[in-house]
């Protein structure tokens, strides 16, 4: 990725914590029967967001 080093860091940034989004909801997605979905979702949503942050501080 090439761009000035703040900008790299900030779309970095944004993509781990989308990553961390991510992970959450995968989590409570294996609890079968007791997921709570809106957590899962909540999560999953979150991780769009974050994506898109990360997508448009790089545009």
Do not use: I
């Amino acid at each position: 990725m090439s761009g000035p080093p703040d900008m790299v860091r900030l779309v970095r940034q944004w993509v781990e914590k989308a990553e961390h989004d991510l992970r959450n909801a995968e989590h409570a997605l294996t609890l079968k029967d007791d997921c709570p979905f809106d957590t899962a979702c909540f999560h999953t949503q979150q991780c769009a967001e974050k994506y898109l942050k990360a997508l448009l501080s790089f545009s």
